[in-house]
């Protein structure tokens, strides 16, 4: 799960987004409706999830080049 916004976003806008959409990933009904989606909500920083996503990229490029991945 993530949520991005422009790149140069100043960071107390981050922090403040950051910290409704935590609030927000808590709330039952939307735990409960996540889970009707199949995942399940985290929340977290920013950084976090700029490192998550960072090595996502690398781990699944490997695993598309190693495979020979290519899109249509």
Sequence with gaps: NGLWGPRNL?????KTLNGH????????EIVA???GLGTT???GDADVL???????YTRFGKVIKELGIQAD
């Design 10 to 14: 100043p960071p107390e806008i981050v």
């Design 21 to 28: 959409f935590n609030e927000i990933l808590k709330m039952p």
């Design 33 to 35: 409706r996540m889970a």
């Design 41 to 43: 909500p985290v929340g």
């Design 50 to 56: 700029g490192k998550t996503n960072a090595a996502d």
